[in-house]
């Protein structure tokens, strides 16, 4: 739909609603270790 309008730039532009996320390796162990310090920890 972009690319009919005229638009041609292919790089993401900004959106609204929640941040986006990568889940790595490094995100899961800082996690699990929040958890294990705390298992009544709420994460969002």
Known sequence: QWF????EEIEDEERSGRPVTETTLDNIEEIRSIVNDDPHVTIA
Request: aromatic letters at 0%; proline letters at 0%.
């Open 4 to 7: 009919r309008e005229g638009r």
